[in-house]
């Protein structure tokens, strides 16, 4: 049995939640749905700490479906790049399912929960899929999958305000559009070279630095994942999908959506296309470094003036996708090891803060931070919880942030680029105004006549402050992270993925 796990363990990893989902719409219960999905997702990331510790012990696995071999079949190809972010997406999924129930039937209409269980595992498989695929179209294809059960699951938050749904539409066409100019681009890569592998495009591609289809095809695929990833100015379906949807949703989407999308954004660019091309580098230059400086200010700027915590947060994420483009612009192994790293930090930081939000959600019915006054006192497990990952965010030493922003602070030094390094400082200090403004709040306003001490419950808790441990211990020992992100950078910029 274990011989079989470890030979087709790259396609276990996307099958077992792909299988898993539909067998809940088989007994609609919801106790045995969110019993299912949990057993699901926590098998799902005991697979992923498999996968990593194989990564570990060899370069990379390929692995070739039905025994086709590539480029004719699709390959499913892991490195440390992609180790990572699957260990993200499967190490969330099982930590969010087994927060989510309580908070789910608070928000979610009664018929309507079990659907919530089958939408949240098609979502792990398909950004699963999206990670592990080696096959360009096979990517479009998974990007679809966990795209359209977002969408749902985003719609589902209309119990509590109907804007969820007019957030799921600005999301459902935004995301169409940026899947389409992705597909679009794969299209013109397959004119040019009739394949659709991605190790054998990065050597098709090679020498056409002045091929206007190859320029064309990199234009598309780098706006098209970039709505996906929510880059400035193209993030603007995100404040109101995070915001609206139910908490579990936002939970999940801010600590893994965006985190697959800036790893397919990096492996095209670097593995795909490669820096050896001057339309990328100048591209690079000139338009994602200003889009990064951009990102990392206005988004937090306006994140200091929201009254949801949700919609603070949410524009917060913005500014940290900012710091990852920061690092993704500078080209170099030290900037991406920062940027990979970062994918895993702010994974940690985002989910410990939604969580948190979610256990005030189903306590309060509220997340405007005037209603979170004396909930330090009121919730103060839940509130410290909140600080904790509130310093995380702003990159407070013995943090998983400050790991993040002294690595990138490191690579603009070696990129002989210090200015950028006081561009990091200011911002992460914004971050500081927004954050001070929720735990004021919380720990100094007086708490509301008739308010009484009801703390969240422990299956919310308890997985809240593995997160929050989780911050504090990847803050202090470092050694695994930066290994993986090291290892992930060199995959990057190899040549291989």
């Not at 492996?267 to 091309?277: A, D, E, K, P, S």
């Not at 710091?323 to 702010?346: D, K, P, Q, R, V």
Request: charge should be neutral; include cysteine; glycine fraction near 8%.
């Amino acid at each position: 049995m274990l011989d079989f796990v470890t030979e087709h363990l790259p396609a276990l990893q996307v099958v077992v939640p792909l299988i898993a989902a539909p067998v809940i719409l088989l007994y609609q219960k919801e106790a045995f749905a969110w019993g299912w999905a949990l057993l699901t997702t926590w098998t799902t990331f005991a697979l992923s700490g498999l996968l990593v510790h194989e990564v570990f012990s060899q370069e990379f696995i390929s692995y070739d479906l039905g025994g086709w071999a590539p480029p004719l079949g699709i390959e499913y190809r892991v490195d440390a790049a992609n180790a990572l972010v699957i260990a993200i997406v499967a190490g969330i999924a099982a930590l969010v399912t087994t927060y989510a129930r309580k908070s789910i039937q608070a928000e979610v209409q009664g018929r309507n929960q079990p659907f919530f269980y089958v939408l949240l595992l098609l979502c792990v498989s398909g950004l699963i899929g999206v990670a592990i695929t080696g096959d360009a179209f096979n990517l479009f294809v998974f990007l679809e999958i966990s795209s359209l059960s977002t969408y749902t699951m985003v719609a589902l938050g209309g119990r509590r305000d109907r804007r969820a749904y007019t957030a799921a539409i600005r999301y459902l066409i935004t995301g169409t559009i940026g899947a389409t100019f992705y597909v679009i681009g794969v299209g013109l890569l397959y004119m040019v070279t009739g394949t659709l592998n991605m190790a054998d495009l990065a050597v098709s591609i090679a020498g056409m630095d002045n091929n206007t289809t190859v320029q064309a095809a990199f234009a598309f695929i780098v706006i098209g994942l970039g709505l996906k990833v929510a880059i400035f100015p193209l993030h603007l379906w995100l404040p109101n999908a995070y915001t609206y949807a139910p908490s579990v949703v936002t939970i999940f989407l801010a600590a893994t959506s965006t985190k697959v999308a800036v790893y397919a954004l990096m492996r095209f660019l670097f593995t795909v296309f490669g820096i050896r091309f001057d339309f990328e580098l100048d591209s690079l230059a000139f338009l994602f470094l200003p889009l990064a400086i951009m990102g990392m200010f206005i988004p937090s700027i306006v994140a200091a003036f929201q009254v949801d915590v949700k919609r603070l947060l949410a524009y917060s994420s913005v500014a940290q996708i900012g710091y990852m483009l920061l690092g993704i612009s500078l080209a170099t192994s030290a900037s991406l090891t920062a940027t990979s790293i970062h994918l895993f930090n702010h994974a940690l930081m985002k989910a410990a803060l939604f969580m948190a939000l979610g256990a005030v959600m189903l306590r309060l019915k509220s997340t405007i931070i005037d209603d979170l006054a004396g909930i330090g006192k009121t919730m103060p497990w839940t509130t410290a919880g909140f600080a904790l990952g509130g310093l995380s965010l702003i990159g407070v030493p013995l943090t998983v942030g400050f790991v993040s922003k002294w690595l990138l602070i490191q690579a603009s030094f070696a990129s002989q680029q210090p200015w950028l390094a006081g561009l990091i400082v200011v911002s992460s200090l914004i971050a500081v105004v927004y954050v001070w403004r929720v735990v004021e709040v919380a720990y100094f306003s007086p708490v509301p006549e008739g308010r009484v001490r009801q703390e969240a419950p422990l299956s919310m808790l308890i997985p809240m402050w593995v997160l929050v441990a989780a911050n504090i211990y990847f803050g202090i020992d470092t050694d695994i992270t930066i290994r993986l992100a090291s290892l992930a950078a060199e995959a990057l910029l190899g040549g291989a993925p």
